[in-house]
């Protein structure tokens, strides 16, 4: 193979990688428990990127299947009030309806929500709403409403906010502890990374591994 073929096939793999990272997948880290117990802090989740995309015509949407957004879908978002932080939230609201909550318990247009993904209704008994979702915005909660900062703070998010939908957790891990490493030579620095191997079998939480996410 001459240099300069090897070089083009290295550009198209980039070229893919970066394709898919933008327009189909990209991972995520979980940073707090406000949703468990659908999701832990530690968890790494694959996000369909696509999914709420646009679509230009119906053979495209044929061949590269979108959908709208549906009520308990988890989702990533950014917050618009700062786009640089990913929220990890569930879609409890649609446009257009009205949603309040009273005790722990969701009413969408007056009609309690069932919410089989809650492991137990919430310690608080805030009440919230009445209020109306605007066109193409969505009602966010975390599925941990004791510790969850959600719409309920910020208010509903516009549909351009969603990254996209979280469909698994690949990979999951206690949150490491933070120590300082004592400086070594070569055997020392082999132990540690020996110690680091044995930590990662010890610490990951293996039924969590390739987990859909619903």
């Known amino acids: 193979m001459s240099g300069r073929t090897l070089a083009a096939r290295l550009v198209l793999v980039v070229v893919a990688a970066l394709f898919v990272r933008t327009w189909v997948a990209q991972s995520f880290s979980v940073p707090s428990g406000s949703m468990e117990p659908s999701l832990l802090a530690g ?8 999914v709420f995309g646009p679509t230009l015509a119906g053979a495209e949407h044929a061949l590269l299947p979108g959908r709208t957004v549906r009520r308990g879908d988890v989702v990533v978002a950014r917050l618009p009030a700062d ?10 609201g649609l ?18 929500l069932d919410e089989p993904y809650l492991s137990r209704p919430p310690h608080r008994g805030d009440g ?18 004791d510790l969850s900062q959600d719409s309920r703070l910020w208010g509903p ?12 957790t690949y990979w999951s891990s206690a949150p490491p502890e933070v120590v300082a490493l004592p ?25 969590r591994v390739l987990r859909p996410v619903r």
């Open 183 to 207: 400086a070594g030579g070569p055997a020392e620095s082999l132990r540690r990374r020996a110690r680091a191997a044995a930590r990662f079998l010890r610490e990951t939480r293996w039924n």
């Open 43 to 50: 968890d790494f989740v694959l996000v369909d990127r696509f």
């Open 157 to 168: 998010l516009p549909h351009e906010s969603f990254t996209g939908r979280v469909v698994a």
């Open 95 to 112: 446009p257009e309806e009205t949603l309040a909550l009273r005790g722990a318990t969701v009413y969408i247009d007056g009609a309690p």
């Open 128 to 145: 919230f709403g009445p209020v109306t979702i605007p066109a193409r915005h969505y009602f966010v909660l975390g599925d941990n409403r």
């Open 83 to 92: 786009p640089r932080r990913h929220l990890v939230k569930r879609v409890v």
